[in-house]
């Protein structure tokens, strides 16, 4: 089997010998970590994926540290954090390219669903399974089915996953390769690599391609805002944001950025210096006035 795993990065926070924490640094995902193990376990070639920046890249890096026997990057300069949407798009077209038999995604509530894996999956015309905790017949639970009747239902282009379903029940699915799989945080607990496949994986070659090659018509900033479309985009004039006022005097301009100003820039931050019953007939008038009453 071939597979692709996923190479994500999500911030980490490390403890000094004296008990210092030292400010958070990026790094392999334990999720996708996770994937890996997943995918180690399963398949006798695992291409480790990584999307973004340098991050990405040293993701990919670290994947190889662990066993990973080749890496891609798709590269580009990203804004903020890519939408997932967006992440399974690429990871799509590199498994287009590939023809891997699996590709493994790392999930988890707490950093991401099994939305990139079925996104992935809807994008190639693939089958998903999500929330995965055993993989092969030769693994499964005795309570969950009879390993042995699962073998005689699979073929080669079968695979049996176990996954789970809620706390205490599981299920065991067969699915068709080529597959998607979303392996369940709880899969295991990753391993340290040997240092001769540190070392290995330290020497090795990184693929790289350039995001416009691989997926045309994104950009550094649609990878970022996922589905939305930008029409047009109108500069907030008060509270400082977006381009000050260019008109009237130096205080004028300061009360219409603080939203206290006269005639048209009035607005519900202007002060009405007046006793309570005329002010209250005064915004009674302005509501009428703007049909708000």
């Known amino acids: 089997m071939r597979a692709l795993v996923t190479a994500r990065s999500e911030p980490h926070r490390v403890l000094d010998d004296d008990g210092t924490a030292e400010p958070y640094r990026m790094q392999l995902s334990i999720d996708d970590r996770v994937a890996l193990e997943a995918a180690l376990d399963a398949a006798e070639e695992v291409v480790a994926v990584g999307v973004g920046g340098d991050d990405a890249r040293a993701c990919v890096r670290s ?17 903020e954090s ?3 949407e967006k992440f399974a798009t690429a990871l799509a077209r590199v498994a287009a390219r590939e023809s891997p038999d699996a590709v493994f995604v790392g999930e988890s509530s707490s950093f991401s ?3 990139i894996a079925g996104l992935a999956a809807a994008r190639l015309d693939w089958p998903s399974v999500t929330r995965v905790t055993e993989l092969g017949a030769e693994n499964l639970d005795a309570d969950a089915a009879d390993p042995d009747a699962i073998d005689d239902r699979t073929s080669d282009t079968d695979l049996a996953v176990q996954r789970k379903l809620a706390i205490g029940r599981q299920e065991v699915v067969v699915a068709s390769l080529p ?99 005329d002010a209250a007939d005064r915004v009674v008038e302005f509501l009428r006035a703007n049909e708000l009453l």
């Open 82 to 84: 890519i939408a997932g």
């Open 179 to 277: 597959v998607v799989i979303g392996v369940d945080a709880g899969f295991a607990d990753p391993d340290r690599a040997s240092m001769d496949t540190v070392i290995a994986g330290r020497r090795a070659e990184i693929e790289s391609n350039d995001l416009a090659d691989l997926v045309p018509g994104e950009t550094r900033f649609s990878m970022s805002i996922g589905g939305a479309t930008v029409e047009h985009v109108t500069p907030n004039e008060r509270w400082g944001r977006g381009r000050p006022p260019r008109t009237g005097t130096v205080e004028e301009r300061i009360y219409r950025m603080l939203g206290r100003g006269e005639g048209e820039t009035r607005s519900a931050g202007e002060r009405i210096d007046a006793p309570p019953e």
């Open 63 to 79: 994947a190889l540290e662990r066993g990973a026997d080749r890496g891609i990057h798709v590269r580009f300069d990203p804004i």
């Open 113 to 115: 669903g099994p939305e």
